[in-house]
């Protein structure tokens, strides 16, 4: 049976899973209290889930795991986890770490692919995506870039160009004056806690993005990319640059 199949064909497996927390183990008694279901009942759906990856077990106690994280936060609309594209990926990133309201529309999209990149490729096409833009450039990094402002002058007094970088990047004199830099460059800046910056990338326009997010030991990914030019993928990724943004301030 279809994994999404299986678990919305029965009220106890969703009471389960909606008890349960990503970071937080309980033990099968815990949880049989929680959902008022047998024990026998509750450690039976347990270990059905545990074998399918929707929780995982940490000694004596259950938690979700990403997969089952997700599964329950859009169970009411997520379509068959069989051969989706994305799984792999949610397998590997802290995707829990999106808000709610912006993580139930998590991978509707029809057109993206994946993109593995090194840092320093990455940072080299800042300039060029940034001149590729025609209306507006976002990008979120928890550190500061260094951009040779005379090579896009002429673009940043053209078009709104946006950074958002992690608050903890500006411990260095260097990173400060990168910032100031820009600031005097007409390129608006915002600030926000790393700990609040779960997800990093660039939106070009409303026409493409490349985003990644922090992987499983908490580290920002930057070697694996999602990319599309699908029009939903673009809006959610401008949904997360704004939510960071309204929650970012000034330098």
Not at 7 to 36: C, E, F, G
Not at 142 to 167: G, M, W
């Amino acid at each position: 049976m279809k994994l999404y199949g299986y678990l919305v064909s029965s009220k106890n497996r969703i009471k389960i899973l909606k008890s349960m927390s990503i970071d937080a183990p309980q033990r099968s008694k815990d949880i049989a209290s929680k959902t008022d279901l047998s024990w026998q009942t509750t450690s039976a759906e347990l270990n059905n889930l545990l074998k399918m990856g929707v929780v995982s077990k940490i000694g004596t106690g259950y938690v979700l795991t990403e997969k089952g994280f997700f599964l329950i936060t859009r169970i009411s609309s997520l379509p068959s986890f069989d051969n989706w594209v994305l799984e792999d990926f949610v397998a590997h990133h802290q995707i829990h770490r999106i808000p709610p309201m912006i993580l139930k529309d998590f991978g509707v999209w029809e057109h993206v692919s994946f993109k593995r990149m090194i840092p320093t490729d990455y940072l080299a096409t800042e300039r060029d995506a940034l001149l590729a833009c025609k209306h507006q450039y976002r990008a979120i990094t928890p550190n500061v870039i260094k951009i040779d402002l005379s090579l896009i002058k002429d673009k940043i007094n053209e078009i709104p160009v946006k950074f958002i970088y992690a608050k903890q990047s500006l411990a260095s004199d260097d990173s400060r004056s990168y910032i100031e830099e820009q600031i005097d460059h007409n390129i608006q800046i915002r600030l926000v806690d790393s700990g609040q910056m779960y997800m990093h990338g660039r939106i070009i326009d409303a026409h493409e993005a490349q985003i990644s997010f922090l992987d499983k030991e908490g580290a920002f990914d930057f070697t694996n990319y999602i990319v599309g030019i699908d029009e939903e993928f673009v809006f959610w990724c401008r949904r997360n640059f704004h939510y960071l943004w309204e929650q970012g301030v000034p330098y």
